[in-house]
């Protein structure tokens, strides 16, 4: 902990966007070109696509700090992963130095910002950049709107057992389906037993070079990739 707090570093939660680096905010941009700093999430050491989508504007002489988080969210969050990433980052703010960390989409929508937050924003200066969320840049590549009027949007993630997925779908009139990957045979089975089925898209990859756009019933049985979102609308064009 910082025993002096106007003399630590300060810790920014950074959005960096769903995957086109053109979508990374000025703010961000900025604090990005700045930052002595610049930390990111590494699930198991596999390559960071937080990193890679910051990667244009990264300068090169800044000090990188993967951090080992774990990402699938069907997974307890491992509490001491969390806690060991915040002392590394700790001991950058303690010495002065500024940490960027970088969050794919938005660091406060279903991040694993969060649970460094929960443990920094107490003891250092903390400033987080809001960043172009994935549902929003989903409803962009249909070029539907996610929710028009007075509309009732739900976002729900797909790890969600049948039954809840179904209440909660029977309620609203627009949803975003979140976490599909290995849930997608269930959600499309929750969606046709609510006759929703052809009112569902897709969306893989949204605004990265292999984005995927396709109708629900045009997608065959199986794992989906971890990065895909499932939008449905259950209003005609009424906009
Ligand atoms: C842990 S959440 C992170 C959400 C992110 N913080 C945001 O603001 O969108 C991961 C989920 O977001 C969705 N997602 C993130 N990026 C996406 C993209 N480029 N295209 C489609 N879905 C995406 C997927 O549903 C994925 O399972």
């Known amino acids: 902990m910082a025993s002096d707090q106007t003399m630590s570093g300060t810790f920014y939660g950074l959005g960096v966007g769903p995957g086109d680096p053109e979508l990374i905010t000025l703010k961000a941009w900025r604090i990005i070109s700045q930052a002595p700093v610049i930390a990111y999430p590494a699930a198991n050491g596999n390559d960071s696509l937080a990193r890679r989508i910051a990667a244009p504007f990264i300068p090169e002489d800044v000090t990188e700090l993967a951090i080992p988080v774990p990402m699938r969210v069907e997974r307890e969050p491992a509490q001491e992963a969390y806690d060991e990433a915040a002392e590394t980052i700790a001991r950058h703010l303690d010495e002065g130095r500024d940490v960027a960390f970088l969050c794919e989409g938005d660091p406060l929508f279903y991040g694993s910002f969060a649970y460094l937050l929960a443990r920094l924003a107490k003891d250092y200066p903390t400033h987080v950049v809001p960043g172009v969320t994935s549902i929003t840049a989903c409803a962009a590549a249909i070029s539907r709107p996610l929710a028009a009027r007075n509309d009732i ?73 971890y990065f895909s979102t499932i939008l449905v609308y259950k209003g005609g064009e009424a906009w």
């Open 153 to 225: 949007l739900k976002v729900l993630p797909g790890t969600l057992d049948a039954s809840r997925l179904k209440a909660e779908i029977a309620q609203a009139d627009a949803i975003a389906i979140m976490k599909v990957g290995q849930h997608f045979d269930k959600i499309r089975g929750v969606l046709n037993e609510l006759g929703l089925g052809d009112r569902a898209m897709i969306i893989e990859k949204a605004t990265r070079d292999d984005e995927k756009i396709t109708p629900l019933a045009d997608v065959p049985e199986g794992e989906r990739p």
